[in-house]
């Protein structure tokens, strides 16, 4: 078992690898995270996932843009977003966890929504449909291809 010390020096060893990597084979691709969508450190857990967020904002040289958020699971962040040189980061957390909700006013909200007993009253049937049953082979990338 690895200490978080031990799990830290190893991350960020192998981070000092994939930038020489990256610098010494021009034509290796950029990784997603950091260069099109941005590498995201989260806070979603801890006792005060706020004071964690605001602590990493601090240390990393960053001029940050504030973001808050719904997801479609339902889910609410706030996140800060920057660059490390050409590094795409966010900082992100749970909403609730870092701001305050503050109530400014009250409004009114019509919907047209189904009748619950109409629907009630529409019959229910069973269908029976055909799907594919697959597996995925997946050779290794680095064996000789099979003639076929």
């Known amino acids: ?3 978080d010390i031990e ?4 991350y960020t060893a192998g981070l000092r690898q994939l930038a020489d990597a990256l610098d010494a084979h021009p034509g290796l691709p950029l990784p997603t995270g950091g260069s099109v969508a941005p590498l995201t450190i989260h806070f979603l857990h ?7 967020m605001a602590a990493a904002a601090r240390v990393l040289p960053v001029t940050w843009a ?3 958020w719904e997801g479609a699971s339902g889910g609410a962040y706030f996140e800060l977003a920057g660059a490390l040189a050409g ?3 966010r900082l992100s957390a749970y909403r609730d966890a870092v701001c305050t909700r503050i109530v400014t006013g009250t ?3 019509t919907e047209t929504v189904a009748d619950p007993a109409a629907l009630a009253a529409v019959p229910r049937v069973e269908v029976t449909r055909t799907e594919d049953i697959v597996e995925w082979e997946c050779s290794s990338l680095l064996a000789p ?3 076929a």
């Open 7 to 10: 799990t830290r020096a190893a």
């Open 107 to 109: 409004r009114e909200v």
């Open 1 to 3: 078992m690895t200490t």
């Open 66 to 68: 504030k973001d808050a």
């Open 145 to 147: 291809e099979r003639s």
């Open 87 to 89: 590094l795409a980061i």
């Open 46 to 52: 801890g006792d005060d996932p706020r004071a964690a």
